[in-house]
Every structure is written in structure tokens, then in C-alpha cells.
């Protein structure tokens, strides 16, 4: 069973940064990790996710190219680094592991961290 630690939350007015951390542990198989987010009201989408053997970016949302960078420590650790948040940047975010290249099914899922951006 995976278990995943997600750090980094906060409150933050509009233009400010925030950085997210996520450590697992246990066995996956699948080789990405990401980033969900759930906005107040509304579905869970996709963030970013990224190959934690090759360190390489898999997919991004558009709402959040240019903004927001998705990159790893190592293979357990990934991070999200959220530069001009914007209100709409508040939800709380979910750390996921197990997933295939574009978040599409993830196996293993955070708690997840409150982001909540004031104008």
C-alpha cells in the first residue's frame, strides 16, 4: 500500500507563490505522480504530472502552463511550485502516485493540502 505525505498549503494573496511537496512510500508501478485539485463546488481536475524516473513533464493544464511547474526530488518525491496564484488557483490539492502518463487512473491518492489565494 502506497502512502503519500503532502506539505506546503497555505493561504496567500493574489500574485504570491506556494510550493507543494509530496513523499510516498510503499511499491508503485506506474511511473507517474501528479497533482489533482478540487475547487470549491466543482470536480477534481488535473494539474500537472511528471515521469519520477526521467524527470520529465508529462502534461500540464492549460489553466496553469507558464504558472505553475511540476518536478521531483527523487523518485518518491515530487513537488509543485505555484507562482501568480489567482483565486481561481483556490481548492484543495491531492497528491496522486501509481498513475498512468496524463493522470488519467491513479492508484494512490494524499490527503490533500488547502490552497486558498485572496484577492
Known amino acids: 500500500q502506497v502512502q503519500l505525505v503532502e506539505s506546503g498549503g497555505g493561504s496567500v494573496q493574489a500574485g504570491g507563490s506556494l510550493r507543494l511537496s509530496c513523499t510516498a512510500s510503499?511499491?508503485?508501478?506506474?511511473?507517474?505522480m501528479g497533482w489533482f485539485r478540487q475547487p470549491p463546488g466543482k470536480e477534481r481536475e488535473g494539474v500537472a504530472f511528471?515521469?519520477?524516473?526521467?524527470?520529465?513533464?508529462s502534461w500540464v493544464a492549460t489553466s496553469v502552463k507558464g504558472r505553475f511547474t511540476i518536478s521531483r526530488d527523487n523518485t518518491r518525491k515530487v513537488n509543485l511550485q505555484m507562482n501568480s496564484l489567482t483565486p481561481e488557483d483556490t481548492a484543495m490539492y491531492y497528491c496522486?502516485?501509481?498513475?498512468?502518463?496524463?493522470?488519467?487512473?491513479?492508484?494512490?491518492w494524499g490527503q490533500g493540502t488547502q490552497v486558498t489565494v485572496s484577492s
Open positions: 510503499g511499491y508503485t508501478s506506474r511511473s507517474y
Open positions: 511528471i515521469n519520477r524516473y526521467t524527470d520529465t513533464t
Open positions: 496522486a502516485a501509481d498513475c498512468t502518463y496524463a493522470g488519467s487512473s491513479c492508484n494512490s
